[in-house]
DNA sequence: TATAAAAATACAGTAGGCTGTATATTTGAA
DNA sequence: TTCAAATATACAGCCTACTGTATTTTTATA
């Protein structure tokens, strides 16, 4: 199904949350059905936690700024699967090549897992560049990357 | 698979290639296999040709320059289901929203896919805005791009 | 043209992602 | 606390992408 289905509808999950007027998760169904996008209680359950919105006493609020518990290294393995080409080691340096205009979304996932070992990244267009303090600690971030791979 | 080990073999082709010393498919092979990336001809020829490298006398070479007869919407039905996140139209006007980063690989997928209706494409961080000639356009477009999200 | 090497593909199996059903668990109000 | 509503999840089915095997088709060379 190429997951069209699901990003679409956590795009319109957003926006209708924004809105403030979703009193629960049967509400939520019914507005997506409202405009085509049937699914059931159960999905939108995952989609939220997907989402990571919680509820609130004014519907569901994005929880972002809460602690990061989940695994962050999911997201991460889709932004690999997806974008990354080649990986190039040099010193304390770490370069990843993706197609153009890849490099932004694959550096955001690689922020978000949040490793240890990165000082900082930099993305251009098809190029992410991770700067690591020490050739040991990029040895154990690429040990760590190539680990998500297969 | 999550065919991480997809999209990171293709890389390992184009480098290889690009050193220009692949003699055909087998020797190919066998330069992967020594880096630990096992698969047979048979995906070697469908990753050739998903890579539009054709061989020459010295080797494969991008046929990136040769007619374009490939179908340019698969990429962008990708593209959609990465990141779409929103369509909203606006007279000749149409306004596709990702999450953050996500406007300008969209924006690229849309230009490849040389739709007849777009005048034009600027891209923000998450937001692509597409500039058709009229109303009209804008909806038939609107149409198309739907219709590649399901 | 005949032949062998190279490349392409038909076919089938595998694996993972997504979703619905049915059920269990949690939450909140009385 | 108790009950009903709300939410989460175990389970299974479906679908698609990917890949290997085995074979066919193409290419190139003698």
Redesign the interface.
């Given at each position: 199904?190429?997951?069209?289905?699901k990003?679409?509808r956590?795009?319109?999950i957003?926006?209708l949350v924004s809105d403030g007027s979703i009193a629960n998760q049967e509400d939520l169904r019914r507005r997506l059905a409202a405009q085509r996008l049937r699914v059931t209680q159960a999905t939108l359950s995952r989609d939220l936690q997907e989402l990571r919105l919680i509820k609130t006493q004014r519907g569901y609020k994005s929880a972002s700024t809460l602690p990061d518990d989940q695994s962050p290294e999911r997201p991460l393995?889709?932004a690999?699967?997806?974008?990354?080409?080649?990986i190039r080691p040099a010193e304390n340096l770490l370069v990843l090549?993706t197609p153009?205009?890849?490099a932004?979304?694959l550096?955001?996932a690689v922020d978000g897992a949040k490793f240890p070992e990165i000082a900082g990244t930099i993305a251009g267009d098809d190029t992410v560049l991770i700067i690591t303090p020490n050739k040991k600690s990029r040895e154990s971030l690429q040990r760590r990357i190539e680990a998500?791979?297969?």
């Open positions: 199904m190429l997951s069209a289905g990003t679409f956590h795009g319109q957003l926006r393995a889709r690999l699967g997806e974008f990354l080409l080649d090549k153009p205009s890849g932004q979304p550096a955001a998500l791979l297969k």
